[in-house]
């Protein structure tokens, strides 16, 4: 190591050198702090996008702010870039605001319309140090209802109606975003009801040529008016966020109703009334608008008229000294106002006791498990009034509700409701409803069958098997189980209605269907259909079988169409549709030639295929009149079609040996003119039969011709011939 030198001018030269150390690792330093800031901080989102809901023409501000921003910002819509100006191009109404400088990218949506509602994503472009980032939000525009009323009533309507007859006001809200929501009141007091309908109808609206959806809120409420409904005011009232305050349309009711029937006091009906005492009947009548008039009758003569008022009453009070002219005598009061159609009537007969003639019920005779069933009972005129009681099967019913009223014949007239729900046990029950008049102690009764419809069972379907064959017999059977009354079964093919052999025994329902099997069978869907009253909409299984077919034909083309020596020819052989594809085959005098030829299948008809060989044949003389067999065999069922073809090959005789004394030829019109020309010349005898009319030419004994001398006709024969050749004398 090297001494330092201790002098002052090594001092100052070793300061030096300290300070220029020092200040180089300061800028090391510093360098190092530099370069990790700007590559170790990745650009993030500081405040994310978030989803927006504002009132339509309302301004909406999409929120993006960017920490350690390195690449470009842009929003996008619906997945369509809008660009990095600030001022975004297209959109007037669209503007991204705030410090960019601090990496504020808000968007913001001016007068915010139906057309503004989707999908937004602020995206943040990648650097070189820095990946893209983005985030998506959702804009909803709310929008307030354009209307409200009820149907058919403007506001503030008085609705004329009378006591009992059901009433339907029906409130419309329309074209809301999200859908309103309806209150009803009645006096400013919320009124609910079971009888209450409510539904929500998606509208669709074009805004700037795009399909907005709007709804239409509707409330129907059903309401039987009664006395107490008089004046009464109903309110709709809308409500819904993009609304300060709720939209309301008010109507009121003007309930007409006649006077209640009147009720007669002081006398207990089928007592024995002494002479000579002293009766006071009273007629009242409550309600009624206005309230009732009431008049006394003795066997339809007025005898007064005198009646009094009170509030919400009439009354009418007769007085008299009982006689035993006054024995089955009926005093009748009626009462009725200007809104009475006829006159209501209560009426006593003295003395007179008499049990009901009728007992009526009335209900369904149908029903199906869990069904709400009410019956009613009616009992004719009783005097006293009778007592209804129900009955099960003999077992007591409770929760009935029973009314009488006196009928303008004399005495009572009593109806009992009961309301009952169907069991899953029930099947064929009996009710009875028992009248009893207890002064007399006669008793009558009525009697009632209701039937419980049960859904059938599942239609099953059995077969032997899913593969038949073609020509075969196949029977099906569909059954079901558990309905009552037993299912209806229906056999369908391709859609198309079949007939079937149908059964019941109990609950159990069968249908069988027998049909026999053809190639268009196969693939096709039969369809088993059970329904009864119970249910709307049938129960169905399917089949679909494989059906076994062998081709119903074999062709086989030639082609070229003539056939000459010394070219190649070509035998194809196609099968009809088969299933499965059939094995073709080349038969020459019963041997299998093709072995070792491809076969082609392709689509057939019915589902089927059909499969083609072809033979290719160097032509030869030899081919001439050789016969070629076509099968075409289903191994599966073990049957098969044949077809056969014999060639027709035209070649050239060639003369070898002119001392041979005879031969037979076939050839075509050149080789047949140099044959005979040749033959003429060496003195041969040439018969020509011709295979288009088998005919025989005789020629005769030619000399030696010259070749204008030949006739014409041989010439100019164009047909093929069989040559026969004898030598000359």
């Not at 191009?89 to 601090?102: A, C, F, L, Q, S």
């Not at 009314?403 to 014949?409: A, C, G, H, L, R």
Request: net charge neutral; with cysteine.
């Amino acid at each position: 190591m090297a001494l330092i030198p201790t002098t002052m001018s090594n001092w100052s030269y070793v300061r030096g050198r300290r300070r220029l150390h020092s200040m180089t690792w300061l800028f090391f330093i510093l360098g190092c702090l530099l370069m990790t800031h700007v590559s170790c901080q990745q650009q993030s989102f500081r405040r994310r996008p978030e989803d927006v809901e504002v009132k339509l023409g309302d301004t909406a501000v999409l929120r993006c702010e960017i920490d350690n921003q390195a690449g470009s910002v842009q929003w996008t819509k619906g997945g369509f870039a809008l660009g990095f100006a600030r001022e975004i191009p297209g959109y007037v109404r669209y503007t991204m605001v705030g410090d960019e400088n601090r990496g504020v990218h808000n968007l913001r949506i001016l007068n915010v319309t139906l057309t503004d509602i989707n999908e937004y994503q602020c995206q943040v472009g990648p650097s070189k140090t820095n990946k893209l980032i983005r985030a998506d939000a959702h804009l909803n525009v709310l929008v307030p209802p354009t209307s409200i009323e009820i149907i058919n009533h403007a506001p503030d309507a008085m609705i004329t109606i009378k006591e009992k007859h059901p009433t339907e006001l029906e409130c419309v809200v329309k074209e809301a975003r999200p859908a309103a929501s309806i209150i009803w009141y009645r006096n400013e007091m919320p009124f609910k009801t079971e009888s209450r309908e409510d539904s929500t109808d998606e509208v669709e609206v074009l805004e700037d040529g795009l399909p907005i959806r709007k709804n239409t809120t509707k409330s129907k409420i059903r309401i039987i008016p009664s006395a107490e409904d008089d004046r009464a005011r109903f309110t709709c009232e809308g409500r819904h966020p993009a609304l300060l305050r709720p939209h309301r349309v008010t109507v009121q009711f003007s309930v007409q109703y006649p006077p209640g029937a009147p009720r007669i006091e002081g006398y207990n009906e089928g007592e024995p009334i002494r002479e000579n005492k002293s009766v006071t009947l009273t007629c009242v009548s409550r309600g009624g608008n206005p309230l009732a008039e009431l008049i006394w009758f003795k066997n339809d003569i007025r005898i007064d008229s005198s009646y009094s008022k009170k509030p919400r009453e009439s009354r009418n009070e007769l007085i008299f000294t009982a006689s035993t002219k006054d024995n089955l005598v009926r005093y009748k009061c009626e009462a009725g106002n200007i809104m009475s159609l006829a006159p209501k009537i209560a009426d006593v007969v003295l003395t007179v006791m008499f049990p009901p003639k009728e007992v009526k019920i009335t209900g369904p005779t149908e029903s199906k498990v869990g069904d709400l069933v009410t019956l009613t009972c009616s009992c004719g005129n009783s005097n006293p009034k009778a007592d209804l009681a129900w009955f099960k099967g003999g077992v007591p019913l409770d929760d009935m509700h029973t009314s009488s009223v006196i009928s303008t014949d004399g005495g009572w007239t009593t109806a009992s409701n009961v309301t009952f729900r169907i069991e899953s046990t029930d099947r064929r029950e009996t009710y009875v409803c028992q009248a009893v008049n207890r002064g007399l102690g006669e008793t009558k009764s009525a009697t009632h069958i209701i039937n419980v419809i049960q859904p059938p069972g599942h239609p099953i379907i059995y077969k032997l098997q899913n593969e038949i064959t073609a020509g075969l017999m196949q029977r099906i059977t569909c059954t079901s189980t558990g309905g009552h009354p037993p299912a209806t079964l229906t056999w369908s093919r391709g859609g198309k209605k079949v007939d079937s052999v149908y059964t019941s025994d109990g609950n159990m329902a069968t249908a069988e269907l027998a049909f026999e099997a053809n190639m268009t069978d196969n693939g096709i869907v039969y369809k088993c259909e059970a329904k009864n009253k119970a249910i709307s909409t049938p129960l169905s299984e399917t089949v679909t079988f494989s059906v076994l077919f062998s081709p119903s034909s074999v062709t086989i083309t030639t082609r070229p169409k003539k056939l000459k020596e010394g070219e190649q020819g070509y035998l194809t052989c196609e099968s009809a549709s088969s299933n499965p594809p059939a094995k073709v085959a080349f038969l020459k005098e019963s041997q299998d030639i093709s072995s070792q030829l491809n076969e082609t299948v392709s689509n057939g008809s019915n589902g089927g295929k059909k499969t083609s060989i072809t033979l290719e044949l160097n032509l030869t003389s030899d081919h001439d009149g050789a016969i070629y067999t076509c099968e075409a065999k289903n191994n599966a069922i073990k049957q098969s079609v044949h077809n056969s073809v014999k060639l027709d090959v035209n070649f050239i005789v060639e003369v070898c040996d002119i001392n041979q004394r005879a031969w037979r030829a076939k050839c075509m019109f050149v080789g047949c003119f140099w044959l005979y020309y040749y033959l003429a010349l060496k003195r041969f005898e040439v018969h020509l039969k011709s295979q288009q009319n088998w005919r025989s030419l005789s020629l005769g004994v030619f000399t030696p011709l010259q070749l204008g001398e030949i006739p014409i006709n041989l010439i100019t024969t164009g047909y093929e011939s069989d040559v026969d050749v004898v030598e000359g004398g």
